[in-house]
């Protein structure tokens, strides 16, 4: 098992990325929208996985930055969307409740590292 398996910030961002994956599937998106949010939702895991690899602690901290700032961008995305009726407030809704939490728990990590 590798070390970014075992985090519950790991575990959350897959099931992010997943349950975004399933709403893009429903085709009530433009091929632009769906690529932005689609990148931006496997951005949040990748970057974990690949900041975990990391060995110095600066180069952990850039990726967790990076993974939250993708987390920022798929609401932006999603607000959006909700304005334009392509996304249901109850689903928004939902879907920033859970970027919500990975935002604190990647914060918690960049903050853990230092500057």
Known sequence: MFDFE????YKKAKNFHNEIANFISEGKLDKVSKDQLHRASFSI????DEGTGRFTKPDKRNFYIISR????????ILD??????KVE????NQFY????E??????AMVKKLGS
């Open 89 to 92: 407030t109850e689903k928004f």
């Open 102 to 107: 990975l935002s604190r728990m990647l914060y």
């Open 97 to 100: 409740l859970e970027a919500d």
């Open 6 to 9: 075992k985090l519950e910030v």
């Open 69 to 76: 700032s993708s987390v920022f961008e798929c609401v932006a």
């Open 45 to 48: 895991v990748l970057n974990i």
């Open 80 to 85: 959006i969307l909700k304005d334009h009726q």
